[in-house]
């Protein structure tokens, strides 16, 4: 299809045409399965898990982009609480697949039906989940979903001072789309955010390359992988 825009009868540019668009349905709750992870609709049963994988002493700085972190564990359940009955942002938890471990979070946001736009936010991923397969793997399944219902556009935003995270942004495929200065003041601090995007007529390219890197043949009895995943510059 070309992506070159019409020129109307007064000789200005308006887009190319999209054919037969309509509004989408979903995101909707649903399991979401792989190899190396799980992501279930988030529920009241995952709460234990997630206090233990995101409160440990060793979480505490999985916070800072985030929110300051509940101080006790009523607080953590009533900010659960609301998680598990919105429906924008949607949230699931990630499961390792083998233990039934719960890993960490992610939810669908700032959902667009009727133009076709969905982000992937509020991600919390424990130590444990961070810079692993099942993090990649987590994140290609809810694209991957995201896409089948139809979708044109796919956001990451994020604090442009979270470094891990603009690079994870960059190695999954997303391309810079820039900063939008002076966001909000988050805890008396100014945020600046910067914006990241995945088209559909991307997709088809990056899904290849995913699922290249999340192939078994790709590790080595260690665990270690054998080539690199950097979609940066594709």
Same mark, same amino acid.
């Given at each position: 299809?070309?992506?070159?825009?019409?020129?109307?009868?007064?000789?200005?540019?308006?887009?190319?045409?999209?054919?037969?668009?309509?509004?989408?349905?979903?995101?909707?709750?649903?399991?979401?399965?792989?190899?190396?992870?799980?992501?279930?609709?988030?529920?009241?049963?995952?709460?234990?898990?997630?206090?233990?994988?995101?409160?440990?002493?060793?979480?505490?700085?999985?916070?800072?982009?985030?929110?300051?972190?509940?101080?006790?564990?009523?607080?953590?359940?009533?900010?659960?609480?609301?998680?598990?009955?919105?429906?924008?942002?949607?949230?699931?938890?990630?499961?390792?697949?083998?233990?039934?471990?719960?890993?960490?979070?992610?939810?669908?946001? /700032? #959902?667009?039906?009727?133009? +076709?736009?969905?982000?992937?936010?509020?991600?919390?991923?424990?130590?444990?989940? &961070? !810079? %692993? @397969?099942?993090?990649?793997?987590?994140?290609?399944?809810?694209?991957?979903?995201?896409?089948?219902?139809?979708?044109?556009?796919?956001?990451?935003?994020?604090?442009?001072?979270?470094?891990?995270?603009?690079?994870?942004?960059?190695?999954?495929?997303?391309?810079?789309?820039?900063?939008?200065?002076?966001?909000?003041?988050?805890?008396?601090?100014?945020?600046?955010?910067?914006?990241?995007?995945?088209?559909?007529?991307?997709?088809? /390219? #990056?899904?290849?390359?995913? +699922?290249?890197?999340?192939?078994?043949?790709?590790?080595?009895?260690?665990?270690? &992988? !054998? %080539? @690199?995943?950097?979609?940066?510059?594709?």
């Amino acid at each position: 299809m070309s992506r070159d825009p019409v020129i109307n009868p007064f000789g200005q540019a308006i887009g190319y045409p999209v054919a037969n668009w309509q509004a989408l349905t979903g995101p909707e709750h649903m399991v979401m399965t792989g190899r190396y992870c799980r992501l279930e609709p988030l529920s009241r049963a995952h709460f234990d898990g997630l206090w233990q994988c995101l409160m440990s002493d060793e979480a505490q700085d999985t916070w800072t982009y985030l929110m300051d972190h509940p101080a006790s564990r009523a607080e953590f359940d009533a900010w659960l609480n609301k998680r598990v009955d919105s429906t924008d942002p949607l949230f699931f938890a990630i499961l390792d697949q083998q233990t039934g471990a719960v890993l960490g979070q992610a939810s669908y946001l /700032r #959902i667009d039906r009727k133009e +076709g736009a969905v982000e992937v936010g509020w991600l919390h991923y424990s130590p444990t989940l &961070q !810079r %692993s @397969r099942i993090a990649t793997e987590a994140m290609y399944l809810m694209m991957k979903q995201a896409f089948a219902w139809g979708y044109r556009r796919y956001e990451w935003k994020c604090n442009s001072l979270n470094a891990p995270s603009c690079r994870a942004a960059v190695r999954l495929g997303f391309t810079f789309e820039g900063i939008h200065r002076q966001v909000r003041v988050d805890r008396g601090h100014n945020r600046d955010t910067a914006w990241y995007s995945i088209l559909d007529h991307e997709w088809p /390219r #990056i899904s290849v390359e995913l +699922g290249r890197w999340l192939s078994p043949d790709n590790f080595a009895p260690d665990g270690q &992988q !054998r %080539s @690199r995943l950097d979609l940066s510059a594709a």
